[in-house]
T-cell receptor, first 109, second 114 residues
């Protein structure tokens, strides 16, 4: 079966750095997405990786290793508004999105 | 730009009743999706449509039906609601001519079946 694993919850301090990991086992791979979802709101796109390596976009970076079935989202200079759930999703061989359950990130002052 | 609009935003529905959740997008995206999101389970695909006139079943299609008469609209119908269909429902769309699978989401419909 297809599976996406992420930690359920993480806590970090304002101004610090946090890394959210995602491991996957899917039938085929055509890219990996990270989405942010604030409580009670819709998911919004953060990043897309299809090749190995690091993609940097401001305070957020996303890394992919296809051989290890592994990705992480790195958030720097954490702000209170970064408190949200972060969803990892993989595009499988049928170009369908397979979603992880999400990681709830709690930022403390 | 409106993007994707869902209606209603929330609803309490008696078990056994039918209901249609509406979804409209103005981005001319060819692909549209319906997901349900339950605590601890993440987003699960109910039905999808790759283009107007075609639909397909997702991971959890039972008890739901969809239609795609045109590009913009993708309604989801519950024929006879059951309490296990209590969930938050998200409609999404994507343009397969751009980044594969990048989806834009509506604001969701919170449905409670009692």
């Amino acid at each position: 079966g297809q599976n996406i694993d992420q930690p359920t919850e993480m806590t970090a301090t304002e101004g610090a750095i946090v890394q959210i990991n995602c491991t996957y086992q899917t039938s085929g791979f055509n890219g990996l997405f990270w989405y942010q979802q604030h409580a009670g709101e819709a998911p919004t796109f953060l990043s897309y990786n299809v090749l190995d390596g690091l993609e940097e976009k401001g305070r957020f970076s996303s890394f992919l290793s296809r051989s290890k079935g592994y990705s992480y989202l790195l958030l720097k200079e954490l702000q209170m508004k970064d408190s949200a759930s972060y969803l990892c999703a993989v595009v499988d061989s049928n170009y369908q999105l397979i979603w992880g359950a999400g990681t709830k990130l709690i930022i403390k002052p | 730009t409106a993007g994707i609009t869902q209606a209603p935003t929330s609803q309490i529905l008696a078990a056994g009743r039918s209901m249609t959740l509406r979804c409209t997008q103005d981005m001319r995206h060819n692909a549209m999706y319906w997901y349900r999101q339950d605590l601890g389970l993440g987003l699960r695909l109910i039905h999808y449509s790759n283009t107007a006139g075609t639909t397909g079943k997702g991971e959890v299609p039972d008890g739901y039906s969809v239609s795609r008469a045109n590009t913009d609209d993708f309604p989801l119908t519950l024929a006879s609601a059951v309490p296990s269909q209590t969930s938050v429902y998200f409609c999404a769309s994507s343009d397969s001519n751009t980044v594969a699978g990048k989806a834009f989401f509506g604001q969701g419909t919170r449905l409670t079946v009692v």
